[in-house]
């Protein structure tokens, strides 16, 4: 399928999906939101995409937010339906049943630093800007920003960036925990791609579970997490891939999991 705001490429198991409004610096509208709901489902339906890239084209921006032309005139109900498609499919980009990286490659703004907040982890260009800085044109975050950034970094640091709207550098992002790793803007998406295929030769249902544990897990008290965890182990440790991990493992070689 071709799509007009995005771009999808899939290459040996690592699809990319790649934000492509680059003269709207990649700002999320309708139409935008609409085609990467339909890539979701595509990537989800796909048994081969290992991992999942998101980034975006040109070298400026991620993603610079909502569309604020798009969002400017819309009434209060129609902006509830905007804010509640949003929402609905950054949960479908989270419940993706694969590893989703976000390669921040400029700002990451608004819906934007929503987006990747809602991506397993983020490593960011050292020239990549996040914030949420809805409060300055008068509203708030729309796609989860004041629910996800908060469980990430902490509620005080996420009120702080909320109220005040202000930027954070790349470096700055790294060191409350935003972000995993920065990494030179020429060198980004390499590294990316390296640990996204090391995470490729994982196993597919280990890789799932342990993904599904860790997001139910942040929505549930510790004992229900740790009784999801103790049924994910189990159901992994009964799987082939089990037995070749752990036959790997003895006979002192490496482990080549075949999804089983
Ligand atoms: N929506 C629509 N267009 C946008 C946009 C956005 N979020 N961000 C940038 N653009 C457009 C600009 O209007 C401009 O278009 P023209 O060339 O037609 O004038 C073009 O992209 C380039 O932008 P700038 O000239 O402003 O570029 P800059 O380098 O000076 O600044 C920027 C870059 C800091 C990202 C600045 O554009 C900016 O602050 N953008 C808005 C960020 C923002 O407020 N995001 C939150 C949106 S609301 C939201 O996201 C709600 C939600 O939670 C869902």
Redesign the pocket.
């Known amino acids: 399928m071709s799509y007009e705001c995005i771009v999808l490429t899939v290459d040996n198991g690592l699809a990319t999906l790649t934000f492509d409004r680059p003269?709207?610096?990649n700002?999320?509208n309708g139409a935008l939101l609409r085609e990467l709901s339909s890539a979701l489902q595509t990537i989800a339906a796909d048994e081969e995409i290992r991992v999942l890239v998101l980034t975006g084209a040109g070298d400026?921006?991620f993603v610079?937010?909502?569309?604020?032309?798009e969002?400017q005139h819309l009434t209060p109900l129609a902006a509830r339906h905007f804010?509640q498609f949003?929402q609905a499919v950054i949960d479908q980009l989270q419940q993706l049943p694969i590893p989703v990286i976000a390669a921040v490659n400029g700002?990451a703004?608004?819906?934007?630093c929503?987006m990747a907040l809602a991506c397993d982890f983020i490593y960011a260009s050292e020239t990549a800007t996040f914030g949420?800085?809805?409060i300055?044109?008068g509203?708030i975050?729309?796609?989860g920003?004041t629910q996800r950034l908060p469980r990430l970094i902490g509620a005080n640091l996420a009120r702080e960036l909320i109220f005040t709207g202000k930027f954070l550098s790349a470096a700055e992002a790294k060191a409350i925990g935003l972000v995993n790793t920065c990494l030179p803007a020429d060198q980004l998406m390499a590294g990316v791609y390296e640990v996204a295929r090391n995470i490729a030769r994982k196993g597919r249902a280990s890789l799932q579970t342990a993904k599904e544990a860790v997001r139910q897990g942040l929505n549930c008290d510790l004992k229900t997490g740790l009784a999801i965890e103790r049924d994910g182990f189990a159901l992994c440790l009964a799987s082939s891939d089990a037995q070749e991990g752990t036959t790997a493992f003895l006979e002192k070689r490496k482990a080549v999991f075949n999804g089983g």
């Not at 703004?109 to 934007?112: A, R």
């Open positions: 003269k709207a610096m700002a999320l400026k921006a610079a937010g909502a569309d604020i032309k969002i804010a949003g700002y703004l608004g819906g934007g929503e949420l800085p809805e300055s044109l509203i975050p729309g796609f920003g």
